[in-house]
């Protein structure tokens, strides 16, 4: 491979620009990775890490990259440890009204051969003791997903990729892409310290960094940006919860469940004014280590003005609202909260906000809180559809 010459250069190392990169791989490509900071700390290494194509409308191209994206992690984890746990996801109901809309996802999905299995009340219980019981009106579980440890995942699979195609990928670090031109049939890579790169594409996959590269293009795209506010328990001593857990509120939140007729008996008023506000719903996902990852809540803003959503501080009263509302769902033998932290990502209207300059540079971003679960599946999609 010549150093500076590649068949595809990808900006950002976040999930969109890592499986973008792995695509093109194995596609047979010469494939340069660039990221501004020393190692990716943006959405895809503050996330939950739930692999959930259960949350897609079923049928849906969206829920289908996540299905794609779930084997793919099922795939590498075969060959090398990306981290990547198979318990499965399970939705908690709260009332008879929530559990009817499970039921009717669960047949809406059965329909599409994604098997998963309803629990009553005392079933779950029993699979997960832990749950408050007044709370827990039944369950619906997908065996098949996948949980992630996103504070390690991208950089294992970057690894990955340098143990696996050696010969043909290079990636730099702490190295912020300044400027992405086409010239002929060629496009012009230059970074902080001046050198340039060239390669027949680029893909750049910048999450929600808008003022670098084609600010002007971002300026009209319709992106809007989301903060997220995320705590982390200390390590249980005691208490274990395998898999992804979603609670009512996700079932008022995600897209799979409003697609179903019977979304239409949940009652909005149920749904607590702060958690309204806040954009709260409750998950739990428990790290290897033991503790338990609570969150999130959504706060929204334009590009233009993300820099207003407070960005220096977590707001303390949203961590009490959510605190509040997961101990009425769970019970845990250590409350005592050892981390907080704030994730942002960006996303659009159409799921995605995908636009080509000239023929070979295309931006990619936007993909929104969906993008553990799908964006492997999407960039395989994307890579073929532009690299052929
Ligand atoms: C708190 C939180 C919880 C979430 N939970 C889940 C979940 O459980 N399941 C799920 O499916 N999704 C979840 N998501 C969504 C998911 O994390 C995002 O959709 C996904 O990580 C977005 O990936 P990305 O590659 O577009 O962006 P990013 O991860 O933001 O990556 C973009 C990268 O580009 C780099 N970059 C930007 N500009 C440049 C430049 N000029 N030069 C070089 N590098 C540059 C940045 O440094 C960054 O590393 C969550 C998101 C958040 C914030």
Redesign the pocket.
């Known amino acids: 491979m010549i150093q500076n010459q590649f068949d595809l250069i990808v900006?950002?190392?976040?999930?969109?620009?890592v499986f973008h990169a792995y695509h093109a791989l194995k596609a047979g490509k010469t494939v340069l990775l660039?990221?501004?900071?020393k190692r990716?700390?943006?959405?895809?290494?503050?996330?939950?890490?739930?692999?959930?194509p259960s949350g897609l409308v079923p049928g849906s191209e969206w829920h289908q990259y996540g299905r794609i994206a779930t084997a793919l992690y099922k795939e590498i984890q075969q060959e090398f440890n990306i981290g990547i746990r198979p318990n499965g996801t399970c939705y908690i109901a709260s009332n008879e009204q929530e559990m009817t809309v499970l039921e009717e996802l669960q047949q809406k999905f059965a329909a599409e051969d994604y098997q998963s299995s309803l629990w009553t009340a005392a079933e779950a219980l029993a699979h997960y003791p832990m749950l408050q019981k007044d709370y827990a009106a039944g369950a619906l579980f997908f065996p098949q997903e996948v949980s992630a440890e996103?504070e390690v995942l991208i950089h294992r699979v970057l690894e990955y990729l340098s143990f696996k195609f050696e010969d043909r990928f290079v990636h730099r670090n702490n190295?912020?892409?300044?400027d992405v031109a086409q010239n002929g049939t060629a496009v012009t890579v230059q970074v902080s310290d001046k050198k340039e790169y060239k390669a027949a594409h680029c893909f750049i996959?910048?999450?929600?960094?808008f003022k670098?590269?084609f600010p002007e293009v971002f300026a009209g795209s319709g992106l809007i940006v989301s903060k997220?506010n995320?705590m982390a328990t200390y390590p249980q001593q005691h208490t274990k919860l395998p898999g992804n857990i979603l609670t009512g509120l996700s079932i008022r939140r995600y897209e799979s469940f409003s697609s179903c007729d019977s979304y239409a008996l949940l009652d909005p008023a149920e749904v607590p004014a702060d958690c309204a506000a806040y954009g709260i719903h409750i998950l739990f996902k428990q790290r290897i280590d033991g503790s338990v990852i609570i969150?999130?809540s959504h706060q929204y803003a334009p590009i233009q003005e993300q820099d207003d959503l407070n960005i220096f501080y977590n707001d303390m009263a949203i961590n009490e609202v959510m605190l509040r509302e997961a101990k009425k769902i769970m019970q845990l033998d250590n409350w005592a909260i050892a981390q907080n932290w704030t994730?942002?990502?960006?996303q659009h209207e159409d799921e995605i906000f995908c636009h080509t300059i000239g023929d070979r540079i295309h931006i990619v971003?936007g993909?929104?809180?969906?993008?553990?679960?799908?964006?492997a599946g999407f960039a395989q999609h994307h890579v073929s559809a532009i690299l052929g």
Not at 40 to 52: D, K, M, S
Not at 175 to 178: H, L, R, T, Y
Not at 343 to 346: T, V, W
Request: with cysteine.
């Open positions: 900006v950002g190392a976040g999930a969109l620009g660039i990221e501004k900071d990716a700390q943006e959405a895809t290494v503050r996330n939950f890490g739930q692999v959930v996103p190295c912020p892409v300044v996959c910048s999450g929600r960094e670098l590269l997220l995320m969150g999130d994730g942002f990502y960006a971003t993909i929104g809180g969906k993008g553990m679960t799908t964006a």
